[in-house]
Structure formats: C-alpha cells, structure tokens
C-alpha cells in the first residue's frame, strides 16, 4: 500500500511525497490566496484520471499486439446543478461534479478493437473508482 503525505508550505503550497519516493507539488490560484507554483487538487485528480485511461488503454493493446500508435486525453471539470443531468441518480441532489472525457486514440484499428478501446478508455482502475465512490476513514489528531 502507497502512503501519501502533503505538508502546507508557503500560503497554500503543498509538498507531497510518497511512500515510494515520488514528489510533486500542488497549489491554488492566486484569486483565492495561492501562489499558483502547481497544479491545484482537482488538477491533479483529473490528471491521475487521464494518466491512468492512457497507461490503460496502452496496455491492454500492446497486449493485444494490435496497431495503437497513441492517445491523447483530456478530461474537464464542472460543478453542474444536479437538475441539468438527464443521466443522473437520485442521490444527487443540488449540485454535483460532473467530469466529462475527450479521448483519442491513434492507430490502424478496425472497428472491434475501436470499439473495445473505448470500453478499457471507460473502466480504467481510477475512472472505476471515481464511478463507485470510495469509502474514506478520517482521522484528525491535534497536537
């Protein structure tokens, strides 16, 4: 299991290490007190989610052996109020994150691998998690 660790640096910079020796960094705008010196956290969640549909769908057709040649993804995020999805549950009520996906795959593929593309593109391991939900446990210490 990965630990993640974020320290509050200056204003509202965050070093973020982990517990196999990767760093990064995130941040906030400057209109809402930050110094913008990285991505913020929903910059980051969608690029964990666009990392994760590249590496997936590039696995499963080298794989394959079939003839990709790339991807290109890009994933934007909105605040939408819950009324304007058609496609939406119940449980949403007022306003909801909506996540919408442009995804473009590079490559001499007929029309079933196209079509199974699109399918891994949908259900890699973090756009699964997002999908579902997740169960957090919090626990807050003050020293």
């Not at 809402?32 to 666009?50: F, H, I, K």
């Not at 304007?84 to 593929?109: E, F, K, M, N, W």
């Not at 079933?112 to 593309?117: D, P, S, V, Y």
């Amino acid at each position: 299991m990965t630990t993640i660790t974020a320290e509050l640096a200056d204003g509202y910079a965050v070093a973020i290490r982990s517990s196999e020796g990767h760093t990064w960094a995130a941040d906030e705008p400057v209109g809402v007190g930050g110094t913008d010196t990285a991505p913020n956290p929903y910059e980051l969640l969608l690029g964990s989610l666009a990392a994760c549909t590249s590496i997936t769908v590039s696995m499963y057709a080298q794989r394959k052996g079939w003839s990709f040649e790339g991807i290109e993804v890009s994933y934007e995020h909105a605040r939408i109020h819950a009324d304007d999805c058609a496609d939406c549950d119940d449980r949403h009520a007022g306003y909801l994150d909506q996540v919408i996906s442009h995804v473009t795959i590079y490559g001499d593929l007929d029309d079933e691998q196209r079509t199974r593309l699109a399918q891994v593109a949908a259900n890699c391991p973090v756009h699964k998690t997002l999908e579902r939900g997740m169960h957090l446990v919090d626990e807050v210490v003050f020293a």
